[in-house]
């Protein structure tokens, strides 16, 4: 039951009718006997979204597509590696200011776990807030990147930053592990893919970000190539216990 005292989350974004962040969070916040809620706040209108988390002093915001770079300068205070990335996906409210941070790395790491990265290739679908982390925390493992985006300019922007080369054509290129980090394939959209089907092989290691449906068009044709499948509901996991330790650890416990 909702009442004066209860703590508001959010999430915000558009569109927001595939987000779990409302059934994760507030599940946790059970389990964990917190008086709390996580509502979802769909909007085109970012600055509007950010007027109404200063005015209900909204503790944690998940910060979901299109706004993860777009919201930045909305924001008093970006954590270092979030100014790195140059990508939110979490905005934490305390005495009236805002602060920014990004757990889509630790979720990445996450769902990575146990895959060799150093000296193999990596084919990096996208350009946007998510595919900043994705890159980042490749590179960082000592993996060469491969980015191919529908916008050239983007993915170049993205290489710059991070390392790594921009593919137009995959025809003569060879990857050990494929990450897709598009919206391509997300509900309601899920018999779309990113990557033609005859891309994919035995041997490589397919990460699909889309965590909704779980096992989206690109997992199924890889894991019918004999590829290894990593779904995005573990990142999804992993980005939102973060989330929720933040907000614990500068908002309630502080």
């Given at each position: 039951m909702i009442?004066?005292?209860?703590?508001?989350?959010?999430?915000?974004?558009?569109p927001l009718a595939h987000s779990l962040s409302p059934a994760f969070h507030n599940e946790e916040y059970v389990k964990r006997g917190y008086d709390a809620v996580l509502l979802a706040f769909e909007?085109?209108?970012?600055?509007?979204?950010?007027?109404?988390?200063?005015?209900?002093?909204?503790?944690?915001?998940?910060v979901t597509l299109p706004f993860k770079e777009a919201i930045i300068p909305f924001i008093n205070d970006v954590d270092r590696l979030a100014k790195r990335l140059q990508s939110v996906n979490t905005v934490i409210q305390k005495d009236g200011k805002l602060m920014g941070f990004n757990t889509d790395y630790f979720g990445i790491e996450k769902a990575l776990e146990g895959v060799e990265l150093a000296g193999k290739t990596v084919l990096l679908l996208g350009a946007g807030g998510v595919a900043k982390p994705a890159a980042a925390f490749v590179t960082d493992c000592g993996a060469k990147l491969l980015c191919m985006n529908r916008n050239p300019v983007r993915a170049t922007e993205l290489v710059s930053e991070f390392g790594g080369h921009v593919v137009e054509d995959l025809?003569?290129?060879?990857?050990?592990?494929?990450?897709?980090?598009?919206p391509v394939g997300l509900?309601?959209?899920?018999?779309?893919?990113?990557?033609?089907?005859?891309?994919l092989r035995a041997g490589q290691v397919v990460f699909d970000i889309v965590y909704n449906p779980?096992?989206?068009?690109?997992?199924?044709?890889?894991?019918?190539?004999?590829?290894?499948?990593?779904?995005?509901?573990?990142?999804f996991k992993a980005q939102a216990l973060e989330q929720i330790r933040l907000w614990e650890t500068l908002v309630l416990h502080s």
């Amino acid at each position: 039951m909702i009442t004066a005292q209860t703590k508001l989350n959010a999430v915000i974004g558009f569109p927001l009718a595939h987000s779990l962040s409302p059934a994760f969070h507030n599940e946790e916040y059970v389990k964990r006997g917190y008086d709390a809620v996580l509502l979802a706040f769909e909007s085109e209108d970012l600055a509007s979204l950010v007027h109404t988390i200063r005015t209900l002093k909204i503790g944690l915001t998940a910060v979901t597509l299109p706004f993860k770079e777009a919201i930045i300068p909305f924001i008093n205070d970006v954590d270092r590696l979030a100014k790195r990335l140059q990508s939110v996906n979490t905005v934490i409210q305390k005495d009236g200011k805002l602060m920014g941070f990004n757990t889509d790395y630790f979720g990445i790491e996450k769902a990575l776990e146990g895959v060799e990265l150093a000296g193999k290739t990596v084919l990096l679908l996208g350009a946007g807030g998510v595919a900043k982390p994705a890159a980042a925390f490749v590179t960082d493992c000592g993996a060469k990147l491969l980015c191919m985006n529908r916008n050239p300019v983007r993915a170049t922007e993205l290489v710059s930053e991070f390392g790594g080369h921009v593919v137009e054509d995959l025809t003569n290129e060879n990857f050990d592990v494929i990450i897709n980090a598009t919206p391509v394939g997300l509900t309601p959209n899920v018999d779309e893919s990113p990557l033609d089907a005859h891309f994919l092989r035995a041997g490589q290691v397919v990460f699909d970000i889309v965590y909704n449906p779980e096992e989206t068009r690109l997992l199924r044709e890889a894991k019918a190539a004999g590829a290894q499948t990593r779904s995005g509901l573990a990142m999804f996991k992993a980005q939102a216990l973060e989330q929720i330790r933040l907000w614990e650890t500068l908002v309630l416990h502080s």
